[in-house]
T-cell receptor
Framework: SQQGEEDPQALSIQEGENATMNCSYK?????LQWYRQNSGRGLVHLIL?????REKHSGRLRVTLDTSKKSSSLLITASRAADTASYFC????????FGPGTRLSVLP | DGGITQSPKYLFRKEGQNVTLSCEQN?????MYWYRQDPGQGLRLIYY???????QKGDIAEGYSVSREKKESFPLTVTSAQKNPTAFYLC??????????????FGSGTQLSVL
């Protein structure tokens, strides 16, 4: 019962550029979260936005949530090579449901 | 990865063999989860536990079993009934289920391969 779907599946940008990833989900949620995963490692929580919030910032991260469209976006500004990783959205309703992720490559 | 320890990092299973993946947390979290990740895909929920001595099936529980005898520990057994066990297995915990700010803390994963 996968709810989250990210796009694009892969994204390649130059250092300093902004990276935008999108996520869609299917049912009602308590919150929408974004996680980062380096290759062969566990996921690390980045940012959470509640269902009654529209936008949230944390450092170079900006997340938006549109509950009417059941979609969210994650913007990473001024990207760095160290941002290279896979990024997953997780829709939290009765449980956490993850999308397939976006593989971000930031080229130096 | 802080607070959640998964072992081993790599595990090999022979055909017909049961193997157990360990997950221990020192975060005093009530809820624990097991996810399976296949290459290029998201996480799929195998089992979760909200409290000691209780657990529920997730979306892909067939061929797996768990126990929750202690709050700190949530081992996953991959049984011989799981015909395609090769995957990356992730254990996670959260403070409790149902809270508006609920988020997951992950271990570093176990890569299971079939010999």
């Amino acid at each position: 019962s996968q709810q989250g779907e990210e796009d694009p599946q892969a994204l390649s940008i130059q250092e300093g550029e902004n990276a935008t990833m999108n996520c869609s989900y299917k049912t009602s949620i308590n919150n929408l979260q974004w996680y980062r995963q380096n290759s062969g490692r566990g996921l690390v929580h980045l940012i959470l936005i509640r269902s009654n919030e529209r936008e949230k910032h944390s450092g170079r991260l900006r997340v938006t949530l549109d509950t009417s469209k059941k979609s969210s976006s994650l913007l990473i500004t001024a990207s760095r090579a160290a941002d290279t990783a896979s990024y997953f959205c997780a829709a939290y309703g009765q449980n956490f449901v993850f999308g397939p992720g976006t593989r971000l490559s930031v080229l130096p | 990865d802080g607070g959640i320890t998964q072992s081993p990092k790599y595990l090999f299973r022979k055909e017909g063999q049961n193997v157990t993946l360990s997950c221990e947390q020192n975060l005093n979290h009530d809820a624990m989860y097991w996810y399976r990740q296949d290459p290029g895909q998201g996480l799929r929920l195998i089992y979760y536990s909200q409290i000691v001595n209780d657990f529920q099936k997730g979306d892909i529980a067939e061929g797996y079993s768990v126990s929750r005898e202690k709050k700190e520990s949530f081992p996953l057994t991959v049984t011989s009934a799981q015909k395609n066990p090769t995957a990356f297995y992730l254990c996670a915990s959260s403070v409790e289920t149902g809270a508006a700010n609920e988020k997951l803390f992950f271990g570093s994963g176990t890569q299971l391969s079939v010999l």
